[in-house]
């Protein structure tokens, strides 16, 4: 079956520390990735996808970027945290015509 | 507009009551459609995928409507665990897409 493998569950920085979150893919190849974010009691934002290695798709401008340095891995990183960077944090994969897979996610509080 | 809009919610029902959730969606070149359900605080999770003849799954039905661009969720015989915000997906050129979420509280 498809999961994701999505760490560390919760995660407190302060403004202008760097962040990585990474996530790594078991159960299928070559697979589309999401990285959204969810602030508190809103929808799901789509950050970036990645249809494959080295290709990332940016739909927001931000203080965020993303990157496939394999078929199965996707990092999120910032050089210099925001307060307003605070939120849940969601890792995603889709194989082709199927549905989406999650990660459980990353809580992000940035103090 | 959004491209993917929702029913704002929230929606309070009792038990036992038949409750729908509508979605509509801008790009006409969407392939893949699918109801998520999102419990508090966690990640969601598929609660089924969408088909153009429409598909059930017990109490659960999902129909989509290519030509008006929407898709429903209808819930029959509402239960107290089927409170959680509800998802509406849709899928287009390798971008996955959610709607905003309505929530549902099924109260006894």
């Known amino acids: 079956s498809q999961t994701i493998h999505q760490w560390p569950a919760t995660l407190v920085q302060p403004v202008g520390s760097p962040l990585s979150l990474e996530c790594t893919v078991e159960?299928?190849?070559?697979?589309?990735l999401y990285w959204y974010r969810q602030a508190a009691g809103r929808g799901l934002q789509l950050l970036f996808y990645?249809?494959?290695?080295?290709?990332i798709s940016s739909e927001v401008p931000q203080n965020l970027s993303a990157s496939r340095p394999q078929d199965r891995q996707f990092i999120l990183s910032s050089k210099k945290l925001l307060l307003s960077d605070s939120g849940f944090y969601l890792c995603?994969?889709?194989?082709?015509?199927?549905?989406?897979?999650f990660g459980q996610g990353t809580r992000l509080t940035v103090v | 507009r959004k491209e993917v809009e929702q029913d704002p919610g929230p929606f309070n029902v009792p038990e036992g009551a038949t409750v729908a959730f509508n979605c509509t969606y801008s790009?006409?070149?969407?392939?893949?459609f699918f109801w998520y359900r999102q419990d508090c605080r966690k990640e969601p999770k598929l609660l089924m995928s969408?088909?153009?003849s429409g598909n059930e799954d017990g109490r659960f039905t999902a129909q989509l409507n290519r030509a008006s661009q929407y898709i429903s969720l209808l819930i029959r015989d509402s239960k107290l665990s089927d409170s959680a915000t509800y998802l509406c997906?849709?899928?287009?050129?390798?971008?996955?897409?959610f709607g905003q979420g309505t929530e549902l509280s099924v109260k006894p």
């Open positions: 995603a994969g889709q194989g082709a015509n199927t549905e989406a897979f």
């Open positions: 990645s249809v494959g290695i080295g290709q």
């Open positions: 790009n006409s070149a969407s392939q893949s």
């Open positions: 969408v088909y153009s």
């Open positions: 997906v849709v899928s287009w050129g390798g971008k996955l897409i």
């Open positions: 159960g299928t190849s070559n697979p589309n």
